[in-house]
């Protein structure tokens, strides 16, 4: 579809209101899932940011990376394990972790902004003692699979105030200085409240939440805090979901404006939901 001049004026006044409302704000951005993996959708995400610090607004990228860890696990013929959705974290596992995730795919989206036109800088947990962790226990089961203890927001303020978009790989570290690969959405729920940010964006593989898993068109639109136990108890809130449902809610509780759970395969996603009036996904609310 070709648009007219005066189509595109309109998109534009659109999106007005929004840009006026977020200008200034910071958006934690939990990029991860099929936008990673699609070399026209990882595009279209480093398009998405770059927009959002050039109208003013003030973006901060969490990143996955989990397929990126499995194939080089596999060539150097380490099995991967997982309890619970969550990677159990040997020795060598963590040193193959902290390659891709602080390495490869962490200077991968600091280049796939430059390229667009914006300018970010790669961090990890460890630099400037950004993310503080411990050790989970896993059913049992104790590695160097990590959860957030605190968050020093100070160096990602610092980012920010440069002009710069902070890419965060989520791997912390304790007072000894062990390395603990902690999950991203975690890692994106923590950061969003220590940031006091306005939104948090997960972007998925799915939809959003929906009332019945095999009917695409029975999306949850507004989820409220005070109806996320009866969805869990009654199964709508399964599987992958809890954990981000979980994410949701420890933002908007601890004081981010709104968060968002939708589908990192829509071409521009995160466009869709920040700048439209119908919006795409699943938006988490306080009370």
Known sequence: MVLDALQKAEILVEALPYIKQFY??????????????DCDLKEKVMQDIVLMKYVGMHPIVVHGGGPEINNLLARLNIESQFVNGLRVTDKETME?????????????????????????????????SLIKAKALNINGVTSFT??????????????I????????????????????????????????????????VLLTD???????????DSLISILKVSEVEEFI???????????????????????????????????????????????????????
Do not use: W
């Not at 799915?206 to 695409?216: E, N």
């Open 233 to 287: 108890e009654n199964g709508v809130i399964a599987g992958g979901m809890v954990p981000k449902i979980a994410c949701c809610v420890e933002s908007v509780t601890g004081g981010v404006g709104r968060t968002h759970i939708i589908d990192g395969r829509v071409a521009h996603s995160i466009l869709l939901e920040i700048f439209t009036n119908q919006g795409i996904g699943t938006m988490v609310v306080n009370e």
């Open 146 to 159: 990590g959860e957030v203890v605190s968050i020093n927001p100070r160096l990602i303020e610092t980012v």
């Open 206 to 216: 799915v939809p959003g939440l929906l009332l019945d898993a095999k009917d695409s």
């Open 96 to 128: 193959v972790v902290e390659m891709v995730l602080g390495g490869k795919v962490n200077k991968e989206i600091v280049a796939g902004i430059a390229s667009k036109g914006g300018s970010a800088i790669g961090l990890s947990g460890k630099d400037g």
């Open 24 to 37: 200034g704000k910071r958006v934690v951005v939990k990029y991860g899932g099929a936008a990673m993996k």
């Open 161 to 200: 105030e440069n002009g710069y978009i902070p890419v965060i790989a989520p791997i912390g570290m304790d007072d000894e200085g062990q390395s603990y690969n902690i999950n991203a959405d975690l890692v994106a729920a923590a950061v969003a409240v220590a940031l006091n940010a306005d939104k948090l």
